[in-house]
């Protein structure tokens, strides 16, 4: 690990759903700096999403305990459009189409509000030679910035359509939750190729948080640390070997060995053992 201070710091977080009292995140715990890729694993309803939509301020969240600093700051306490400014980025595991909004405006308004623009959009020469870069770095065609957003998309448009909005956008943290989801094997392979090509290109100016529940897409992008996000909780993590290991054992084997150090581990401390840092929480 880097002795670099951290982007983003996420201490104990906990939180639920609004109109529901029990809580989904129960205590999180997450470095990450620029530069590095992670990936968050686990299975389907272990709090993975739900960490995503409270990082980027969906009000259908309620923070019910824990910290998250983001550049030193409070991010909680940030507005979504702030976080966005600030150079926050998700990328979601369902696009939505928002039909009448053309795709080329909706980034220019985006890109001018990241760019601290007031009243006013980026001119139109140096946003249209922003886009041409873009499209061209990741081998899109240009008609896709002519329809309405997501409108019609097929599911690896709508998620290539999301990382040419991080490109243009060029975030310091961007979240990428279940990137993979709904794509098939080629379309997978083309994503993560655009992801590689961003990252590399940001220059150690980006960090990336990949949630996803299968580790197909950790064969394209190798990440630098890998998360096992278990009942609402980062309980084991480690490096790319890490998504190896689960791909041969499954959730099931990870949770045979994670419940074996905690039931030997004498308090709240962390326990490392083969290359695994098990977090115990008593």
Known sequence: ??????????????????????????????????GEIHAIMGPNGSGKSTLANVLMGNPFYVITGGEV??????????????????????????????PGVNFASFLR???SARRGYQNELIPVPEFQKILREKLELLKLDP??????????????????????????????MAIMDET??????????????????????????????????????LHYIRPHHVHVMLDGRIVISGGPELADELEQ??????????????????GDQPVRRAGKVFWVAH
Do not use: C
Request: charged share 30%; aromatic share 6%.
């Open 69 to 98: 600093l983001y550049k030193g700051r409070d991010l909680l306490e940030m507005t979504p459009d702030e976080r966005a400014r600030e150079g926050l980025f998700i990328a979601f595991q369902y696009p939505v189409a928002i």
């Open 109 to 111: 308004t985006a890109l």
């Open 180 to 217: 993979d989801s709904g794509l098939d094997i080629d379309a997978v392979k083309v994503v993560a190729e655009n992801v590689n090509q961003l990252f590399e290109k940001a220059g150690g100016n980006m960090g990336i948080v990949l949630i996803t529940h299968y580790s197909r897409i």
């Open 249 to 266: 054992t499954g959730y099931e084997g990870l949770q045979e060995q994670f419940a074996e150090v905690a039931a030997a581990a004498p």
């Open 1 to 34: 690990m880097s002795d670099r201070t951290p982007d983003l710091v996420i201490r104990n977080l906990r939180a639920k759903v609004e109109e529901l009292d029990r809580e989904i995140l129960k205590g999180v715990n997450l470095e990450v700096r620029k």
């Open 143 to 172: 008609s896709i910035v002519t329809r309405y957003v997501n409108e019609g998309f097929s599911g690896g448009e709508k998620k290539r359509a999301e990382i040419l909005q991080m490109a243009v956008l060029e975030p310091e």
